[in-house]
C-alpha cells in the first residue's frame, strides 16, 4: 500500500485569509502560537486498539499514569479526534476497516503505532492473516516500541508526538524518508531521562547483536519502508524489542 | 474413568477397549459418533469442551489424505475429568455434526471446518468463523504456507 | 437424543421467513466500538428496538497461533501463548506449561506449584478488577459516571502489575513459566509486598462492592438480564464465573486439582439466576477467595529448587510424546485447555497440531442465544458480564 503524504503540511484557513490584511503580522505569531499550543494540548485520540496493548493504553489512561492530564480525552468515533493509536496487531480481516476510519477522521490528524504488533507485526508478521505493520495501511508518526510498551512509555509517546505537531508548525520538522536501521529510540526532551547512562543504548544493541536477534538486519518491504524484525526470534521473551 | 470405559465397551464393542486404553482416545467410525456422544451425554458427560480437527496428508503412494477429528467432554462433577476419541475420515468425507446434542459444537466445528477443512454433515450453518468469507484455501492443511499473501494487505 | 427445550431461542433463525409485515433493521455493532472488549462485531436484526436474532463475528484478531506453533519448540511457544488472554497472562503460560508437564509426565517441584499458585490467584484478583472496571464503564459511560470504578479498580490493579514487575522484569508478557518449572526466583521483599496488596485488597474490595451492589442502575441494569440456564450452559462449553453464576458447581480447581491446589481448600462460589448480576456476584466472591487463597499459602512457600528440570540448552532439546493429549487449568474466563498432538516418532520437539480450547469462545458462542428478546442497551451489559477476551476468541 502506498502512503499519500500530499496532505501533510496543513495550513490553517485562517491565516490565508489574515495574511492579506497589512499589518496584521504583528498579532498573527501570537495567534500562531496561541493556536499551536492548543492543538498540541488537547489531542484527542482515538483508540483502535485490538490486542494486549489495549490493555496498557487502557492503563495509561486510568489512575497511575494519567493521560488526561496533557489534555488527550479517549473518544471512540473516529470524527473527533486527531491522533489514531493503533494498539495491537492488525488482521487482514480488520485492516480495510483501520483503512475506512483513518479516513474518516478529519484533518490534522496523526498516527501513532504503539507496540511491535503495530509497528511491524511483532513475531506474526510471516502469518497468512496479519498485516506487517500498520504503516502498511496508513502514515505514521510516532512508533512506540514494546511488547507491550510501559503506560508510561504511552504517554512519552504521545510527548514526542507534541513535540512533532510543534516543530511541524514552526517548520522545522524534517521528515525522514525512511525508518533507521539502526532502532534507537528517540527519547524527547522532557528531562526524565537525564540519568540514562550514556553508552546504554550502545550496550543494549551490543546485547542484542550478541544473541543474535533484531538489531541491524533490514528487509525490504515493497513499499520501501524498512523494518528490522526478523522471524521468529529462538530466545524467549521479547519484553523490550 | 474405568467405569465409563466398561460402559462404552458395553454398549459399542469392537470400539472401545476396556482393559487397554487407546491413551489418544479410541478411534471410532464416524456412523456411531453421533451415538457415542449421547451416550456419555447421558452419563454424565454433560459439558462440551471441544474439537479439533487435523489433517493428515497422504503418506507414500497408496495413502488416502485424511482428517482426524477429535472430541473432548467433560463430566462437570467432583472427580472431573476429560474424555475423549477421535474420528478418522478422508479428506472429502464427513463427520455428522454434533448440533443437536451439544449448543457449543456449533462455532467449534464452524471453526474447524475454516482452519482445517473437514467437513461436518447436517451442520446448519457451516461458513467461515475466524477468516474473511472470501479466504481461499484451510489455513491449518499441511502444505498450505503460513506466508501466504492476501493482497492488497499483505 | 434428547429432546431440544422449545424456548430456547434458535441462532439460525431465517430472517426472511420472520415476519413479512415487520420491519426489521440490521444494526452492525464493531469492529471497532466503544465497549473495550477488543474488536468483535454482531449484527444485531432488530424489530423496533427488541433484538430479534444476533449474529457475532469473530476473527478479527486472528493471528494464525496454531499454525505457528507448530514448527516452534515449547520455549517459543510459550511467549506466543502467552498473548492470547491478556488480561491473566500468567494463566496462559501455566496452562501450556501443565498440559507440556503432564504429557511427559514431568514433576514440578512443591516450591514452583506454590508460586504458581500464588501468582495464579493474583492473576484472577488483577483480572477480575480490570473485569469490574471495564464493567462498570460500558454500563456507566465513559463520562457518565462508570469511570469511577474504572480508576479505583485500575489503581489496585496497578500494584499487583508491580509485584509481577518485581518477579519477573515486565508488567505483561513475563515468559517466566517453562515445562518443569518456573524461570524467575522470588527476590527479597516480594512476600511482604504480596501481603500488603492483599491487606489493601481487603479494605478495597468491599468499597467496589458497595459501590456497584448499592446502585440502583447497576441492579436494574443487571438483574434479569442475559439469563443462561445451566444445560445451555453446559451444552455451549461455558465455564468459570459464567457457569457457577448459572447454578453449577464446577471449578476445576477443586475438581481436578493442579498446581498446588490439592493441598489447599477452595470453596467454590455458586450464584443461582444466571443472569449478568448472577455473574457478578460469583466474581466478587472469587475475589474474596483469591485473597483467602493468597494469604493461607503466602507464608508457607517450602524451599528446594524451583524448577526440576535443568536450564535447557538446546530449545531442541524437549520432545513431545506421540498421540492426543488434552489436558486445562482454571484461569480466571474458565477452563483453558491444550490438545497437542505429537509427531510420529517420540523425537519431535514442535507439536504436530496445538489447539488452545479459549474459554471466551464459548462464552461468544453463547450471544446468538443470549442477546434474543432484549434491548439493544442490554447488549452492552450482557457482554461485559460474559467477559469475553478477543485475543483467546481468535487466537
Known amino acids: 500500500m502506498g502512503v499519500d503524504e500530499t496532505y501533510r503540511n496543513y495550513e490553517h484557513p485562517l491565516y490565508a485569509s489574515l495574511e492579506k490584511m497589512p499589518g496584521i503580522t504583528v498579532g498573527l505569531a501570537r495567534l500562531d502560537q496561541l493556536l499551536q499550543w492548543g492543538a498540541r494540548n488537547s489531542l484527542w485520540v482515538f483508540p483502535m486498539a485490538t490486542s494486549c496493548c489495549a490493555i496498557e493504553f487502557m492503563t495509561a489512561a486510568a489512575s497511575r499514569v494519567d493521560l488526561d492530564q496533557m489534555g488527550t480525552i479517549i473518544r471512540p468515533t473516529p470524527r473527533h479526534c486527531d491522533v489514531m493509536v493503533v494498539a495491537g496487531t492488525i488482521t487482514v480481516k480488520m485492516a480495510p476497516r483501520v483503512k475506512k476510519l483513518w479516513d474518516q477522521m478529519p484533518e490534522p490528524k496523526w498516527c501513532i503505532a504503539m507496540g511491535s504488533c503495530a509497528i511491524s507485526g511483532d513475531f506474526y508478521r510471516d502469518i497468512y492473516s496479519v498485516v506487517p505493520g500498520v504503516d502498511t495501511i496508513c502514515p505514521v508518526d510516532v512508533y512506540i516500541p514494546g511488547c507491550p510498551p510501559n503506560a508510561d512509555q504511552v504517554m512519552v509517546g504521545l510527548r514526542r508526538l507534541q513535540e512533532k505537531i510543534q516543530l511541524q508548525r514552526e517548520g522545522k520538522w524534517v521528515e525522514p524518508d525512511k525508518r533507521p536501521d539502526d532502532p534507537r529510540t528517540i527519547l524527547p526532551e522532557i528531562g526524565l531521562y537525564d540519568r540514562r547512562e550514556d553508552d546504554m543504548t550502545e550496550r543494549q544493541h551490543e546485547a542484542s547483536r550478541h544473541l543474535g536477534v533484531g538489531g541491524n538486519e533490514s528487509r525490504d518491504n515493497d513499499d520501501g519502508v524498512i523494518s528490522h524484525q526478523g522471524g521468529v526470534s529462538e530466545t524467549a521473551g521479547g519484553s523490550t524489542e | 474413568m474405568n467405569e465409563i470405559l466398561a460402559k462404552l465397551a458395553t454398549e459399542f464393542p469392537g470400539v472401545f477397549d476396556a482393559e487397554n486404553p487407546d491413551p489418544s482416545g479410541a478411534l471410532v467410525p464416524a456412523d456411531q459418533h453421533v451415538a457415542v456422544a449421547a451416550f456419555l451425554k447421558e452419563n454424565g458427560f454433560t459439558k462440551y469442551v471441544t474439537v ?11 495413502g488416502v489424505a485424511e482428517y482426524e477429528v477429535g472430541t473432548v467432554l467433560r463430566n462437570p462433577t467432583r472427580n472431573s475429568f ?54 481461499e484455501g484451510h489455513p491449518l492443511h499441511k502444505d498450505y504456507a503460513i506466508e501466504t499473501a492476501h493482497p492488497p494487505w499483505r | 437424543m434428547e429432546v431440544r427445550v422449545p424456548t430456547r431461542p434458535n441462532p439460525h433463525l431465517d430472517i426472511d421467513a420472520y415476519d413479512a409485515d415487520a420491519d426489521l433493521m440490521a444494526l452492525n455493532m464493531g469492529p471497532q466500538h466503544p465497549s473495550t472488549h477488543g474488536v468483535m462485531r454482531i449484527k444485531l436484526f432488530l424489530d423496533g428496538e427488541v433484538i430479534v436474532k444476533a449474529v457475532p463475528y469473530p476473527g478479527y484478531l486472528h493471528r494464525g497461533v496454531e499454525k505457528l506453533c507448530e514448527k516452534l519448540t515449547f520455549v517459543q511457544i510459550i511467549p506466543i501463548v502467552d498473548k492470547h488472554d491478556y488480561v491473566a497472562p500468567m494463566t496462559n503460560e501455566q496452562a501450556i506449561a501443565v498440559a507440556f508437564e503432564r504429557t511427559l509426565g514431568i514433576e514440578v517441584p512443591r516450591r514452583a506449584r506454590y508460586l504458581r499458585t500464588i501468582l495464579a490467584e493474583l492473576t484472577r484478583i488483577g483480572s477480575h478488577l480490570l473485569w469490574l472496571g471495564t464493567f462498570t464503564l460500558d454500563i456507566g459511560g465513559t463520562i457518565g459516571g462508570g469511570a469511577s470504578v474504572m480508576m479505583y479498580t485500575f489503581r489496585e490493579r496497578e500494584k499487583i502489575l508491580d509485584c509481577f514487575e518485581n518477579l519477573t522484569g515486565s508488567r505483561f508478557h513475563y515468559n517466566t513459566h517453562t515445562v518443569g518449572g518456573n524461570r524467575h526466583e522470588i527476590p527479597d521483599g516480594w512476600v511482604d509486598q504480596v501481603k500488603a496488596i492483599t ?156 489447539k488452545i480450547r479459549p474459554p471466551s469462545l464459548h462464552s461468544m458462542s453463547a450471544l446468538p442465544y443470549l442477546l434474543v428478546g432484549h434491548t439493544v442497551s442490554d447488549v452492552v451489559a450482557i457482554l461485559g458480564s460474559l467477559d469475553p477476551i478477543m485475543g483467546e476468541v481468535d487466537r
Open chain 2, 82 to 135: 476429560a474424555f475423549m476419541w477421535r474420528v478418522r475420515i478422508p479428506m472429502d468425507g464427513e463427520v455428522p455434526t454434533l448440533c443437536p446434542l451439544f449448543a457449543g459444537a456449533d462455532w467449534q466445528e464452524r471453526e474447524q471446518f475454516d482452519l482445517v477443512g473437514v467437513r461436518f454433515g447436517g451442520h446448519p450453518d457451516l461458513r467461515r468463523l475466524m477468516l474473511p468469507e472470501d479466504w
Open chain 3, 199 to 354: 491487606a489493601l485488597m481487603k479494605i478495597r474490595v468491599p468499597e467496589y462492592e458497595e459501590l456497584c451492589t448499592g446502585n440502583e442502575i447497576f441492579n436494574l441494569r443487571t438483574q434479569g438480564v442475559g439469563v443462561v440456564d445451566a444445560d445451555l450452559a453446559l451444552e455451549l462449553g461455558l465455564c468459570g464465573p459464567n457457569l457457577r453464576g448459572s447454578g453449577v458447581d464446577h471449578d476445576l480447581r477443586r475438581d481436578q486439582p493442579f498446581h498446588a491446589y490439592d493441598e489447599i481448600e477452595v470453596n467454590v462460589a455458586v450464584a443461582q439466576g444466571g443472569d449478568c448480576h448472577a455473574r457478578y456476584q460469583v466474581r466478587i466472591a472469587e475475589l474474596y477467595e483469591s485473597i483467602r487463597i493468597i494469604e493461607s499459602i503466602i507464608d508457607k512457600i517450602p524451599d528446594g529448587p524451583l524448577s526440576s528440570q535443568r536450564p535447557v540448552k538446546s530449545h531442541l532439546g524437549v520432545k513431545i510424546k506421540t498421540g492426543c493429549h488434552y489436558h486445562s487449568i482454571e484461569t480466571p474466563r474458565g477452563e483453558l485447555g491444550t490438545y497437542i498432538i505429537g509427531g510420529g516418532d517420540n523425537k519431535s520437539a514442535s507439536p504436530y497440531r496445538l
Open chain 2, 52 to 62: 479439533v480437527g487435523s489433517h493428515y496428508p497422504a503418506s507414500g503412494d497408496e
